[in-house]
């Protein structure tokens, strides 16, 4: 998944793509549970975290993504690293 097919995936959940350095996607979201709910349907409880403290569920959240998390979505290495099956 390059940038422009993730910024599509998390549009309807609110997101944004904030930026993206070496190791990782930074990802925007309206509050925590847009972005809770993002991680849940992507599939990525564990390789995602919060750029911040979450302080106040209602407001704006940045959620990190690993790039090579990001790379393979969808692809068959990634049903086989992530959802181990």
Known sequence: MNLAELAKASHPYGGSV????????????????????????????????????????????????LNEAVAHWGTGEHVKRYFNT
Request: net charge negative.
């Open 18 to 65: 904030h930026g993206q350095c070496r190791a990782l996607t930074d990802i925007e979201f309206l509050n925590v549970y847009r972005a809770a709910a993002f991680i849940d349907v992507m599939g990525w409880t564990a390789v995602a975290r919060f750029r911040d403290p979450v302080t106040d569920a209602q407001s704006t959240t940045v959620i990190q993504i």
